[in-house]
């Protein structure tokens, strides 16, 4: 059984866990009897996941997520070893364990394997280990812990060659009308894993060896498949570093004109590549792309190189966004960070009021959040061994609190971050915009605008969730 534990941000957006649906699919594959819980779509509490993993009895339940949601997969495998069974195999996995093995089977003497890095193939030998009463020294890529206790890491497995050669996501064990962006339905799909940068706060650099692409058929092919299969027409590309080369972005255009079919899709990118494919931008739009996201992190571009990434040309990357905007009614979502090592109030103040610049002038969304040093990170590494971080609760982990020891007192980020929202959406100038999106003729542009007070609401909320 393979789980996705609760999260937040559920009116908001909704996707779905694309590395289980991948595991589910391999595991079936090969003849395996599984199911899958999405606590976060099915709305459950931990009673509630127990109930069902008792109901199915399973020989092992599988969980993960990133840092702050790992402790609520640890509350799973304990609860299931005292209430369901203590024979049931427990398995965590994803980028927070993959890089805090050993200090999770300190913290939770319920977890039997950790799943480092990629999942499909170690799965795959796990589970036909298991179901045979297999020793598990064999299995490449888990840290685990033997008959004795002892914690014991196994090689690392190499990464998948040849990601064509996956079966497509086993999208019928989940839920998937639930899946949403802004009441839009929607599935998520991959174009590639790794990335080529190394920047200090991402984690997927870290996780995945190289770059490696799926061709742009096999992509449309999937498309066309979830279509067919499950009425979706409508995909969020969740890897970090989706159609960096032309070529593929090329060949994945030629590809969608080629099926008779229009489907609608939307990416996070960075705004160097994007700017590459200026003579692309109308042909992505009329091919279905209607939002992108970058990751600008600072209105001083100077002051990027903090986080990984060289300085931009200002008023180029403004030009970009109004005309993807209001020519190409593309939607832009922007990402700025504050609360860095090297941050002041007047720099805090800065981002503040260049958020209120970019929305809703320049962009549909800015979203400000603080720079999280998530483990196994450059950033984490570094901060740790200088001493610079404040909490290793894996909760306070969620862009909302500060955890690390900056000159900036921490309830002044606090009241930052709350800010944030507030001084940028809530003023007579947001409430105009969403008028005239309520009238728009593009439907995600009207279906942003109905959910404007939803997103409001549960920003604020989140926000306290996390100060209780």
Known sequence: MLIQPPMFHRRVQLSPNLGLAYIAAVLEQVGMDVQVIDAAAEGLD???????????????????????????????????????????????????????????????????????????ETMRQLCANIAKGLPLDSVLGISWRNPQGQFVRNPDRPPIADLDSLPFPAWHLFPVDQYHWAGNRLLAISSSRGCPYQCPYCITWKVHDGVRWRSPARIVEEMVWVKREFDHDTFFFQDDASFLIRQQMEGFLDELEKTGNHFYWYYETREDVFLGYRDLWQRMKRNGLFKVVFGLESPNPERRELFGKKGYDLEEVETMMRTLERDLDIMVSVYLLFGALEDTEQSLDNVLRYARKLYPDYCSFVVGSMPIPFPGTEAFIELHEKGLISSYNWDDYGFGKSVTKTNIPREKLQDTFRGFWI??????????????MILSRNRFRRAMAKQYVSMAIEMIADVDEMER
């Open 46 to 120: 931990f009673d509630a996941i127990i109930a069902r993993i008792r109901a199915f009895s399973p020989a092992a339940i599988a969980a993960g997520g990133q840092t702050p949601v790992s402790h609520r997969s640890l509350t799973i495998f304990a609860r299931t070893k005292a209430e369901v069974g203590a024979h049931i195999v427990t398995v965590a996995g994803g980028p927070h364990f993959s890089f805090a093995d050993q200090e999770s089977f300190q913290e939770c003497p319920q977890l039997d394997v950790i799943v480092r890095g990629e999942g499909e």
């Open 423 to 436: 001084r940028t959406y809530v003023r007579p100038k947001a409430f105009l915009k969403q008028i005239k």
